[in-house]
């Protein structure tokens, strides 16, 4: 098991933690966080727009008028392309780029990016990050105090206090434990955990 340094948010060592080789010390494929971090952003894409075709408009299946002897075109419902109104021939079908890989793969591409950065000595334990008061000036004073530009900080739960303290503060994250994920972990230089936000991901990524 590898040991990391607890530190509180003045940036000062107060414990020592084990960390789980199964979890923060996996062997990372590149292909396989790329294969996870590709997936992503496909169903984060918004799907092509889509058309109504000649099945999809709302209307009569009634031939408007009689087949011969008006002098005018063989109609048939009122649905037809030719007509406003009516279905569109060509148009798009709303293509979706969305698409899954197995909870396998999406399970072991976490652990590779997590264990990634404790191989980079880009990963940071805190004991906890209670701020008195929503105060952008006191987050920003903690993360100097930390020596931190861009992080990624992962509580176990809602912290109101934290997460709107941070919200304006640029290549800065707060982020629940349950949403942790592979395009997260890599965007940001350090992933900052807290204490207890680990068992939890432990948990996660081992049951």
Known sequence: MAVVEVHNIEGKPVAQMELPDEVFNVPVKSHVL???????????????????????????????????GTGRARRGDIKSPLLRGGGVIFGPDGRTYAHLLPKKVRQLALKMAI?????????????????????????????????????????ETKNDTLE????????????????????????????????????????????
């Open 115 to 155: 264990s990634s950065k404790l191989q980079e000595k880009a990963l940071v334990v805190l004991d906890g990050f209670d701020l008195a008061e929503i105060k952008t000036k006191a987050f920003v004073a903690a993360m100097q105090a930390l020596q931190l530009k861009s992080a990624l900080i992962v509580t």
């Open 34 to 68: 790329h294969d996870v971090v590709t997936m992503q952003l496909a169903n984060r894409r918004s799907a092509n727009p889509k058309v109504k075709h000649r099945g999809d408009v709302a209307g009569s299946t009634r031939k408007l008028y009689k087949q011969k």
């Open 164 to 207: 709107r303290s941070s919200r304006n503060v640029p290549a800065i994250k707060v982020l629940r434990s349950e949403g942790l994920n592979v395009y997260d972990v890599l965007k940001y230089d350090t992933l900052v955990l807290l204490q207890p936000a680990v068992k939890t991901i432990e948990g996660r990524l081992t049951a």
